[in-house]
């Protein structure tokens, strides 16, 4: 927080540091950074094409995951479009405006929240398939799922709300400068002449709610689904259904524990560059691994894959 006096005015624009210190070799970077953002986007944008095309994958499991891959797409476009601008130093690419800022860290949040709510979506309807099967096409209806998404981006939505309008009772008066790649709560707290400590408070507990809610529904799934594959007595039936659900377990693993590692915690002042690269992590890797693990390890979303890309498919369609 810095300290407030009656000369300074109110900012209404801030300026992005990025990753400063990187100067020699910022072009290395932003072909990086842009070839994974260019990957993101076309493994997100082919899984969705799949699922749409390929009639053998319309079912929940596949469903969801369109979800996810486009919730990856829209994710990583608020953030690294400008973080891109700041490293090839366009004019103005630094540069962005209170109200640009408020909303890059609403629309940020409220897609974070909606994953951590859709991947637990996702880890009940991995529980049904395996230790309810018979009554999966009951309680895992079209209906269902179609709710089940709405809850997830209705409850995502109203995630940041509270905090935004907090963010937006804060003085900020200068420096104007944000020492991050995008508008995220700490750096911009770390900026307000203001009195930050009900707002860590309140960042603290609505972060702890969705991470808590959404993984206790994951932690409860899978321990549920851990209890009836021991309880199966064939192991290569035991591997056969745990296999469905690997790929999902680990992108919560990856996604849940660099979120709890910056969101859970009351303080901010800790490394600024180790949350960027945390920040990286979750915001970029992440998205851009989602979509080849669900691949790699699902012998249905290859053979699919492997169907709509073929000259044959577009030839019979």
Excluded at 84 to 99: H, T
Excluded at 150 to 174: E, H, K, R
Excluded at 184 to 191: M, N, R
Excluded at 205 to 211: E, P, Q
Aim: aromatic share 16%; net charge positive; proline share 3%.
């Amino acid at each position: 927080m810095q300290p407030y006096t009656k000369n300074w005015t109110q900012v209404t624009e801030f300026v992005m540091m990025g990753f400063a210190g990187i100067h020699e070799t910022h072009l290395l970077f932003f072909i990086l950074f842009l070839t994974m953002y260019l990957f993101t986007l076309v493994e997100n944008l082919a899984i969705i094409l799949v699922v749409s095309l390929d009639h053998r994958l319309w079912r929940p499991m596949y469903f969801f995951l369109t979800y996810l891959s486009c919730l990856e797409v829209w994710y990583t476009s608020v953030t690294v479009p400008k973080m891109l601008a700041v490293f090839i130093g366009v004019d103005g690419g630094k540069n962005i405006s209170y109200a640009g800022c408020l909303s890059q860290l609403f629309i940020f949040t409220f897609l974070g929240a909606t994953e951590c709510f859709l991947l637990a979506a996702m880890a009940y309807d991995r529980y049904v398939a395996i230790c309810m099967p018979l009554h999966y096409g009951a309680l895992v209806s079209w209906g269902t799922c179609i709710r089940l998404a709405a809850a997830c981006w209705l409850v995502g939505f109203l995630t940041p709300i509270l905090p935004i309008y907090l963010m937006s009772q804060l003085t900020f008066c200068g420096p104007n400068v944000i020492d991050h790649f995008f508008c995220d709560a700490s750096p911009l707290l770390a900026l307000s002449c203001s009195d930050v400590t009900w707002k860590e408070t309140v960042d603290f507990l609505v972060s702890l709610a969705v991470l808590l809610a959404s993984s206790t529904v994951i932690a409860v799934s899978y321990g549920n689904i851990v209890w009836t594959l021991l309880h199966i007595r064939s192991v290569a039936e035991r591997w056969k259904a745990f296999s469905t659900c690997a790929a999902h377990l680990t992108v919560v693993s990856l996604f849940y524990g660099t979120l709890f590692f910056m969101y859970v915690r009351t303080k901010v002042t800790s490394s600024i560059n180790f949350n960027k690269v945390v920040s990286v992590f979750y915001s970029i890797v992440t998205p851009m691994l989602n979509p080849l693990i669900y691949s790699l390890r699902n012998k249905e979303v290859k053979g699919a894959l492997g169907r709509v890309f073929s000259l044959k498919f577009w030839k019979a369609q």
